[in-house]
């Protein structure tokens, strides 16, 4: 492997000591590590040296929180919110079994778009409809092997029918069309811990550690309590992420006052030992105060998904509650298909700026250290990866992007770190490092062949077009009663409202109007 010395660049290290604050540093790459870091360091032999004079450098980004599976979905929905959304963009009746070509093709895409903003390091949440096979994980886990990006990869799970991990729907959908929801086959608990242990065998730690597999139990009240505590089990004895959505909407805060008898999906989820340090919960919006309590003591992070929060209207973290507890917190671009974009950056700008609308206290607004810390280190400590990357340290792995701060968005060059939050939208990335390997070279690719990729899949969307047009017509039967459930949820009062306007709007008086 290549030794590189990149000399004169300011660098964000996002490091105990200057954390999000730009260094002037030289830095020395050997063996996929960072090996040195200091100033005047001497070329050595052999080495290919890098002037980063006008260059910034960061750790590689983090992507907490996606589904690489709704890259095909990109562009194709707007203004549903989540539990309609799904229907369609996760067909619950219809589906057949995506072959591993077409997985293949799909997460390079996805892969693709990824690195070329910066994203060294995704946690793919990846979920096929009707069932995920060993050959479509290790379809996942080869592409992004190949094209040198770093990623968690789940087996997703949902075990309890679609029907049941919904409030009130069973008994406005027509009888026929809950027998069949409820026909359907479904793991048991015991299914998926073995199906997890090969894939823990197959692909935990290959491409020299780039690729590791993650338990993905998809909500606490999609999955049974058996499934829920022995992923977190089983992901003590790898080591492993536990990735699973929790209180993104308010019909889901609802679900646990109808399912659990009142307690909150967090409350259930700790009180059965299902929570950990090593879990990640996606989303954490419609969270109480004794919600956010359990979260901290547990050690949980949560990974922030803003822009697809706002798009399927679900409503706005409390990002500074959680700061307050000491969450750690991740930032996601969910998936393409509700938010029609992998690209973090995009994330960033969004979280800094949201919050700061939710209270007048200035002093409480995000700061642009914080973002970039959840877009970074606290996004690979959700994917338990923060002793390798998520920070430039001597002895992490050299995962990187390098920005040319000549460019009209770091120009007039006030505070680096603002411009990279505010001004930068990926435009001005001139190289991406994974492993200390070029992955991104001046807005190319260089361990795929992009242009290949690009015309087999624009080969191939008209198949899939018309595939996506018979699945929407099939599911569209679940439309009437999936939206009447979401005002239904929506005029039930909750202990909190994480939507923006005046509930007692829609709460209270109108609740069964």
Not at 388 to 396: F, H, L, R, Y
């Amino acid at each position: 492997m290549t030794a590189t010395l990149i000399r004169n660049a300011d660098v964000i290290t996002m490091d105990a000591n200057t954390h999000a604050t730009p260094v002037r540093r030289d830095l020395r790459i050997a063996e996929g590590c960072f090996t040195e870091i200091g100033t005047n360091l001497e070329a050595r032999p052999g080495e290919t040296v890098i002037d980063g004079t006008g260059m910034l450098v960061t750790p590689g980004f983090v992507n907490a929180h996606t589904h690489s599976w709704e890259y095909l979905y990109k562009g194709r929905y707007d203004n549903m919110p989540l539990e309609l959304w799904m229907a369609y963009a996760y067909p619950i009746l219809g589906g057949s079994p995506t072959p591993p070509d077409l997985i293949r093709l799909r997460t390079l895409m996805f892969a693709m778009e990824s690195m070329k903003s910066g994203v060294t390091t995704l946690i793919d949440d990846v979920l096929e409809t009707p069932g995920q096979d060993l050959d479509q994980l290790a379809a996942v886990a080869g592409a992004y092997s190949d094209i040198g990006i770093r990623a968690n990869v789940s087996g997703h799970i949902i075990n309890r029918p679609f029907v049941d991990t919904l409030p009130f729907v069973a008994d406005w959908l027509p009888e026929e069309v809950v027998r069949q929801v409820r026909q359907a086959p479904t793991l048991t608990a015991a299914e998926y811990l073995d199906y997890s242990r090969d894939a823990f065998r197959r692909h935990h730690g290959t491409a020299g550690g780039r690729i590791r597999y993650m338990l993905a139990p998809s909500g606490p009240q999609r999955c049974t309590d058996d499934l829920l505590v022995g992923a977190a089990s089983l992901s003590a004895e790898y080591g492993a992420e536990v990735h699973i959505h929790v209180l993104e909407t308010k019909t889901q805060a609802v679900t646990g006052d109808e399912l659990y008898g009142g307690r909150t999906l967090v409350q259930h989820l700790d009180e059965i030992g299902a929570l950990n340090p090593r879990t990640t919960f996606a989303h954490g919006i419609w969270v109480t105060g004794d919600d956010i309590e359990r979260i901290a003591r547990s050690g949980v992070s949560v990974s922030h998904n803003a822009i697809s929060n706002l798009k399927l209207g679900s409503g706005i973290l409390p990002w500074r509650a959680y700061q307050d507890a000491g969450v750690n917190l991740g930032l996601g671009t969910d998936g393409c298909s509700s938010s029609d974009t992998p690209r973090l950056m995009e994330v960033m700008k969004t979280a800094a700026l949201l919050h700061k609308v939710t209270e007048p206290d200035f002093e409480r607004w995000p700061t642009v250290p914080e973002v970039l810390d959840a877009a970074t280190i606290g996004g690979a400590r959700s994917g338990v990866l923060d002793q390798t990357i998520g920070s430039i340290e001597v002895g992490k792995r050299a995962d990187l992007v390098m920005f040319d701060t000549t460019t009209l968005a770091f120009l007039p060059t006030n505070r680096l770190e603002n411009h990279l939050v505010y001004s930068e939208n990926g435009s001005s990335i001139v190289r991406v490092m994974v492993d200390g390997v070029v992955t991104v070279e001046h807005g190319r690719l260089t361990l795929v062949d992009e242009d290949a990729v690009l015309a087999a899949f624009r080969e191939i969307m008209p198949k899939i077009r018309e595939e996506q047009d018979r699945l929407d017509a099939v599911n569209e039967v679940f439309a009437p009663a999936f939206a009447r459930m979401h005002m239904e949820s929506a005029r039930r009062q909750m202990p909190v409202n994480r939507w923006t306007g005046d509930e007692r709007t829609w709460v209270g008086a109108h609740a069964h109007a």
